[in-house]
T-cell receptor, first 113, second 112 residues
Framework: DVKVTQSSRYLVKRTGEKVFLECVQD?????MFWYRQDPGLGLRLIYF???????EKGDIPEGYSVSREKKERFSLILESASTNQTSMYLC????????????FGPGTRLTVT | TQLLEQSPQFLSIQEGENLTVYCNSS?????LQWYRQEPGEGPVLLVT?????EVKKLKRLTFQFGDARKDSSLHITAAQPGDTGLYLC????????????FGKGTKLSVKP
């Protein structure tokens, strides 16, 4: 079974802090994704990566950056956290050529005060 | 722009009832997926349908892909409280990198 883990389930940070969210997958997947999920807005793609050191902007990249130094690890960075970044953050991974099936981590509920 | 619209948005039913939720688009998709997300957890893949008209069954859940590959439905027979969750449909966004577009989901509550 594919396992995707995220570094924290719950996180509380102050406005202006730099926040790191880590995601690790154990199935050698090429693709990795970061989403945020908000009520009424659904899942929105922040960034994705299809290879080590490669990254592409999703639909809402502003205020975020990412890092993929190893194939299994994809980090999301909030450079200066703001209250409007309070959300559920979901990481996912997928294998190329498998009908795009994505496997999600359990999520990180981030609150910025 | 490809969109996936899900209906209904919310559904609250009693244990033992049957229900159907829908996922519709004006675009053709090569495949569609269904995920279930329990409160406070990440979505879990239930099924992928790839052929127009395809029907797949997963215990009490029946998934159908429309003949024209523009829509899909999920039917649950004799719903149980454990079926409670957010049901999301998703399909390839058309890019080459494995991106998906997601519907906003149907939030199902099954009361004992």
């Amino acid at each position: 079974d594919v396992k995707v883990t995220q570094s924290s389930r719950y996180l509380v940070k102050r406005t202006g802090e730099k926040v790191f969210l880590e995601c690790v997958q154990d199935m050698d997947h090429e693709n990795m994704f970061w989403y945020r999920q908000d009520p009424g807005l659904g899942l929105r793609l922040i960034y994705f990566s299809y290879d080590v050191k490669m990254k592409e902007k999703g639909d809402i990249p502003e205020g975020y950056s990412v890092s993929r130094e190893k194939k299994e690890r994809f980090s999301l960075i909030l450079e200066s956290a703001s209250t409007n970044q309070t959300s559920m953050y979901l990481c996912a991974s997928s294998l190329i050529g498998t009908d795009y099936e994505q496997y999600f981590g359990p999520g990180t509920r981030l609150t910025v005060t | 722009t490809q969109l996936l619209e899900q209906s209904p948005q919310f559904l609250s039913i009693q244990e033992g009832e049957n229900l159907t939720v829908y996922c519709n688009s004006s675009s053709v998709f090569s495949s569609l997926q269904w995920y279930r997300q329990e409160p406070g957890e990440g979505p879990v893949l239930l099924v992928t349908v790839v052929t127009g008209g395809e029907v797949k069954k997963l215990k009490r859940l029946t998934f159908q892909f429309g003949d024209a590959r523009k829509d899909s439905s999920l039917h649950i027979t004799a719903a149980q409280p454990g079926d409670t969750g957010l049901y999301l449909c998703a399909g390839p966004s058309g890019g080459s990198q494995g991106n998906l577009i997601f519907g906003k989901g149907t939030k199902l509550s099954v009361k004992p």
